[in-house]
């Protein structure tokens, strides 16, 4: 193994197990498990959440993306993969791999998928997404009466799933939820009655899977609860998740500064007794936000101690005067779990005006996973 900086994020299968065997808990013995594992996994690595999650027997996988789909499958991933993001103009061309399913939610894209598979002499399943509120991709239910007619020309498409998604799962009971639910029960008839047989009814994110309870419903697809993070605040409390990812660093350099020194760009720090600062190999290149600067907290010897000053692009200053004992090299923990204690990636979140999605997101690429169990 190359000696690596020591900047890293260590991705625990154990605890995504765990979560999946939540997950499948909660969704039932009548219902398959969609993974979602777009954005490689929420940043946590794509190709080896998948490989763990289809050990466990997951029935699919979603992604944003073709390119997404295709890097699981040269990982090999066997597993029915939906690419929720639509074919984009020329992404037609070779697309015909056993199980890469499309959503449809515009005919022009129907159309040159059924072209495409008429040439390749083949009939593709896809799923057709249907807009019951978010106001962003999919077909209205008063679009539907046009829209079946022109799909029912189109021989070499098989509509295999009919889906939708939710803008507001996340508050538990709301009333616009149970408006998009009674939305998507009557696209499911008209489509039916136009003559499909979609195997798959599906519309439930991670908030959906654990709030409400959608009986027609036959896949859930989940995402951020098999990354151990909660979909929102509402849910506090309520689920045994265990967070996968810990992300970690170690101290570089330790200085004491006198009363009156300054920290980093902008002298934001400006310290009031001597201070020892510890200078992590850290910065927002490798997304560690710069929201953090005076506000994140990170473990060292079992304390939390407070960053210090402007977050740097590369470097990151911590305040370890009350950390008893520290030394250069000691490791550092910026997210996840040190000595029992945590740091979520919800406290971020709160911190940084974001929700725990986008923390996980911006760990950019320059951080190496570690796969550990
Ligand atoms: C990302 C995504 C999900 C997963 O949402 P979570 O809140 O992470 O569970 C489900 N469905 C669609 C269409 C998505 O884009």
Redesign the pocket.
């Known amino acids: 193994m190359p000696v690596s900086r020591p900047t890293h994020v260590d991705i625990d299968l154990a605890a995504l197990r765990h979560n999946f065997r939540l997950v499948r808990h909660q969704a039932g013995a009548d219902r398959q498990v969609?993974a979602?594992v777009?954005?490689d996994a929420?940043g946590h690595g794509a190709r080896e959440v998948a490989r763990a999650l289809e050990a466990e027997g997951v029935d699919l996988f979603?992604v944003?993306l073709l390119e997404e789909a295709k890097d699981l499958r040269a990982a090999g991933i066997q597993a029915p993969i939906l690419i929720?993001?639509g074919i984009h103009p020329g992404q037609e061309v070779g697309f015909f791999r056993p199980g890469l399913i499309p959503?449809i939610f515009d005919l022009e894209t129907a159309r040159r998928l059924n072209a495409a598979a008429q040439a390749a002499g083949q009939i593709l399943d896809c799923h057709l997404?249907i807009d019951t509120g978010m106001g962003r991709v999919g077909f209205y239910n008063g679009e539907l009466d046009q829209v079946l007619p022109e799909l029912a020309k189109l021989r070499h498409l098989r509509i295999d799933g009919v889906?939708s998604?939710l803008a507001v799962?996340?508050e538990l009971p709301h009333p616009f939820t149970d408006e998009q639910l009674s939305r998507f029960r009557r696209a499911v008839a008209r489509i039916r009655a136009a003559g499909h047989a979609p195997r798959y009814l599906?519309i439930?994110?991670?908030?959906?899977?654990f709030a409400h309870d959608i009986p027609e419903c036959n896949l859930v697809?989940?995402?951020?609860?098999?990354?151990g993070a909660l979909?929102s605040a509402h849910f506090a409390g309520r689920l045994d998740l265990r967070p996968v990812m810990h992300w970690r660093t170690s101290i570089a350099m330790l200085k004491t500064l006198p009363t009156g020194s300054g920290v980093s760009y902008g002298r934001r720090f400006i310290a009031t007794r001597p201070t020892l600062i510890a200078t992590l190999p850290v910065g927002y290149a490798d997304g560690y936000n710069r929201g953090l600067t005076n506000r994140g907290e990170v473990l060292v010897r079992g304390c939390r101690a407070p960053v210090a000053g402007t977050v740097c692009m590369d470097w990151t200053m911590i305040d370890v005067t009350d950390v008893p004992g520290v030394q250069v090299g000691d490791e550092v923990t910026l997210l996840g779990e040190a000595d029992g204690q945590w740091i979520r990636a919800e406290d971020w979140a709160e911190k940084i005006g974001t929700i725990p999605?986008e923390v996980f997101c911006q760990v950019s690429k320059r951080v190496p996973r570690i796969i550990k169990g």
């Open positions: 969609l979602i777009k954005a929420y979603g944003a929720l993001g959503c997404k889906m998604h799962a996340d599906h439930a994110n991670s908030a959906a899977l697809r989940p995402g951020i609860v098999l990354y979909p999605y």
